[in-house]
């Protein structure tokens, strides 16, 4: 079956631009996830989707990132007035439920910003 | 703060051999664990996981340990294969949010 998908797959910017990045998750999946991985780095939580509840959005490093889940399924992650330490692979992930179940993640969005 | 440490970037290791990779945790409050492997240009690819409540999973090749009163997780490999060469993160989940340690970037030479 269809895994994560996310579009685009590589997004070079200017800085102060906005930028709009896709995930479709798995069919059924009810929970989305957003990380970010920075050169180097980890990946780091960014936010969270479960059904009709209100997102977890404490990883969210500033006001300028924001994110919408339409009819509970696509997700778009919203990057305003882009800045270079925003430039990073963006994830999406999803699972059938939330709590102790396995997350299954999509190719990313290579964000450059220039 | 980092919850979750790999504090090996690299590993490697002959063809054949075992890998075994290392993960400590800070937060006792994680309840479920996981590796994922990554290739470059790909996201991150699920291994395998464990519950709090095991001390071992098997899964072929792969192997997870988890001894929580040391807060501390590995990934044993055995036989290593050449397609094994990757990055291993570990990951730890309290309810839902993933922590993930740095990954360890493993090379198997033929």
């Known amino acids: 079956g269809a895994g994560v998908s996310q579009s685009p797959s590589n997004k070079v910017t200017e800085k102060g631009k906005d930028v709009e990045l896709r995930c479709d998750p798995i069919?059924?999946?009810?929970?989305l996830y957003w990380y970010r991985q920075s050169l180097g780095q980890g990946l780091e939580f960014l936010i969270y989707?479960?059904?009709?509840?209100?997102?977890?959005k404490s990883g969210l490093p500033s006001d300028r990132f924001s994110a919408e889940r339409t009819g509970g399924s696509v997700s778009t992650l919203t990057i305003q007035r882009t800045q270079q330490e925003d430039s990073a692979v963006y994830l999406c992930?999803?699972?059938?439920?939330?709590?102790?179940?396995?997350?299954?993640f999509g190719p990313g969005t290579r964000l450059l910003v220039l | 703060d980092q919850q979750v440490k790999q504090n090996s970037p690299s590993l490697s290791v002959q063809e054949g051999r075992i890998s075994i990779l290392n993960c400590d945790y800070t937060?006792?409050?994680?309840?479920?664990f996981l590796w994922y492997k990554k290739y470059p240009a790909e996201g991150p690819t699920f291994l395998i996981s464990?519950?709090?409540?095991?001390d071992k999973n098997e899964d072929g090749r792969f192997t997870v340990f988890l001894n929580k009163s040391a807060k501390h997780l590995s990934l044993h490999i055995v036989p290593s294969q050449p397609g094994d060469s990757a990055v291993y993160f570990c990951?730890?989940?309290?309810?839902?949010?993933?922590?993930f340690g740095a990954g360890t970037t493993v090379t198997v030479r033929a």
């Open positions: 992930a999803s699972s059938s439920s939330s709590g102790a179940e396995t997350q299954y």
């Open positions: 069919s059924g999946h009810t929970a």
């Open positions: 989707f479960q059904g009709n509840s209100a997102p977890d």
């Open positions: 937060n006792s409050m994680f309840d479920y």
């Open positions: 464990i519950s709090s409540i095991k």
């Open positions: 990951a730890a989940s309290a309810h839902y949010k993933l922590s």
